[in-house]
């Protein structure tokens, strides 16, 4: 899908997470994909932790306003992440984007959420993601 590779490109210029990020919306569920598509305040941006000069880097806050942010702000190094690991923490992302960084009721974690959506489109947490905590935000 042609237009989904674009609509990466515009955010992201970093082609090998570029090609990452895209081919896990490739597989998505076309009602997630359009939900993220259509949304004019759904914007994706890369970082490097390491790079001193790029730490201006704005994020904004969830749980203000009505919608909730639908910013996902993606590590450069999932370019280079180990292919089931970086495939797991992208969809993982898009979850949180889709749900609005909330849970899916009123009671569940935003992170079993994402996680549980993640795993229903087929991307279950790789063992190998118990070594990178750190990756969580919370
Ligand atoms: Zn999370």
Same mark, same amino acid.
């Given at each position: 899908m042609e237009y989904l590779s674009s609509f990466v490109a515009r955010f992201i210029q970093h082609s090998p997470l570029q090609e990452r990020i895209t081919a896990v919306l490739q597989t998505l569920p076309v009602e997630v994909v359009q939900d993220l598509l259509r949304d004019p305040r759904f914007t994706m941006a890369a970082y490097d932790p390491? !790079?001193?000069?790029?730490?201006h880097f704005h994020i904004p806050l969830p749980g203000?306003?009505?919608?909730?942010s639908r910013m996902i702000a993606w590590k450069i190094s999932l370019a280079h992440a180990p292919l089931d690991f970086a495939n797991y923490v992208i969809a993982h992302e898009f979850a949180h984007a889709y749900l609005r960084n909330r849970g899916?009721?009123? !009671?569940?974690d935003p992170e079993d959420a994402a996680d549980a959506l993640a795993a229903a489109w087929g991307y279950d947490k790789p063992r190998s993601a118990m070594r990178y905590t750190w990756w969580r935000r919370s």
């Open positions: 390491a !790079d001193g000069s790029h730490t203000r306003g009505d919608a909730g899916r009721t009123h !009671d569940e």
